[in-house]
């Protein structure tokens, strides 16, 4: 059992690492707010997530990312990434707690990847 969630754990790592690396050249992307002063929409959609995931309300800010994600624009992919790395980050129970899975996080982080053109699987 231990095996198999570091397995998947892993294998959604490695899928965060190749989009990072194949779009902004690098191996992990954390979003940050540069300019508190000149707010983004993708600073408050990145804002927005991380209160819905430190609330477990995991369901309800995939549900925001994907109806606010632009995928012509890469800092919505930056923001997405941000999100399911740091959901990959929260152990089983947490998951459990909010009714999440992390066959969801990939099938998520393979959806958005879908949407800039880059096909995973």
């Known amino acids: 059992m231990f095996y198999q969630k570091d397995w998947i754990m892993r294998q959604i790592q490695s899928i965060i690492q190749l989009i990072a690396r194949y779009f902004f050249k690098k191996d992990i992307i954390e979003y940050k ?31 925001l990312l994907f109806e606010r994600i632009i995928s012509k624009d890469l800092n919505y992919l930056a923001v997405a990434l941000d999100f399911y790395r740091r959901l990959n980050e929260l152990d089983d129970e947490q998951l459990e707690k909010a009714n999440f899975s992390r066959d969801e996080i990939k099938s998520g982080l393979e959806e958005i990847s879908n949407m800039y053109g880059f096909k995973i699987m």
Request: hydrophobic fraction near 40%; glycine fraction near 4%; proline fraction near 0%.
């Open 33 to 63: 707010i540069i300019d508190e002063t000149n707010i983004t929409q993708t600073d408050l959609l990145h804002k927005e997530l991380v209160g819905l995931l430190n609330s477990l309300r995991i369901n309800e800010a995939e549900n």
